[in-house]
């Protein structure tokens, strides 16, 4: 069964503090992970598609990276509209039409 | 453009009650979706629709039908409403079948009481 778990539940930085959020995967051949980022009361919203290992992508003060059990995001230098939580979601091969989510990370920052 | 809109935004139900959640995309997608969001649960596939004219459950479809109206609306149904169904109800639409990032509606919050 395909799953996907991510870490840290929440996390809470001071603005200027860089880190990174954790997404672990199992699925059967990976044909896409996506990251989203969803504001309270609002739809998730498109950060990047990663579809082989060893690829980034980049978006502002967010980098995302890939690897064959899990994908990064990092944040450099976080400003307080960064907080938001992010999904990641992770879509096979087989059974190509389903997006599996995680739970998210709930990031919030302070000034 | 206004991408995908879900209506109502909010409703409250008694136990038994029906109602229809109504969704509607205008970027000419093919494949739309419903997905419920619980607290620790992540969001999860409810039913889709790979292109007009079908349909097909997702991981939890029980208690709910839908409709491939169009191209451009997809609506899900709720015959019976039950506590367990209290939850935001999402919509999303994607460019082709399997391919391509998921674009999401606002949401829409039901309460079963």
């Known amino acids: 069964e395909d799953q996907v778990t991510q870490s840290p539940e929440a996390l809470r930085l001071q603005e200027g503090e860089s880190s990174s959020l954790n997404c672990s995967y199992t699925?059967?051949?990976?044909?896409?992970l996506f990251w989203y980022r969803q504001d309270p009361g609002k739809g998730p919203e498109f950060l990047f598609t990663?579809?082989?290992a060893g690829e980034e992508k980049e978006k502002e003060r967010l980098k995302a990276t890939l690897t064959k059990k899990e994908s990064f995001l990092h944040i450099t230098a976080p400003k307080p509209e960064d907080s938001a939580t992010y999904l990641c979601?992770?879509?096979?091969?087989?059974?190509?039409?389903?997006?599996?989510f995680g739970t998210g990370t709930r990031l919030l920052v302070s000034p | 453009n206004a991408g995908v809109t879900q209506t109502p935004k909010f409703q409250v139900l008694k136990t038994g009650q029906s109602m229809t959640l109504q969704c509607a995309q205008d970027m000419n997608h093919n494949s739309m979706y419903w997905y419920r969001q619980d607290p620790g649960m992540g969001l999860r596939l409810i039913y889709y629709s790979a292109s007009e004219g079908t349909t097909d459950k997702g991981e939890v479809p029980n208690g709910y039908n839908v409709s491939r109206l169009n191209k451009r609306e997809f609506s899900l149904r709720l015959e019976s409403a039950a506590p367990s169904q209290t939850s935001v109800y999402f919509c999303?639409?994607?460019?082709?079948w399997g391919a391509g990032e998921l674009f999401f509606g606002e949401g829409s919050r039901l309460t079963v009481l």
């Open positions: 999303a639409s994607r460019p082709a």
């Open positions: 979601a992770v879509q096979a091969e087989t059974g190509f039409q389903k997006l599996v």
């Open positions: 699925v059967s051949g990976l044909r896409g």
């Open positions: 990663l579809y082989s």
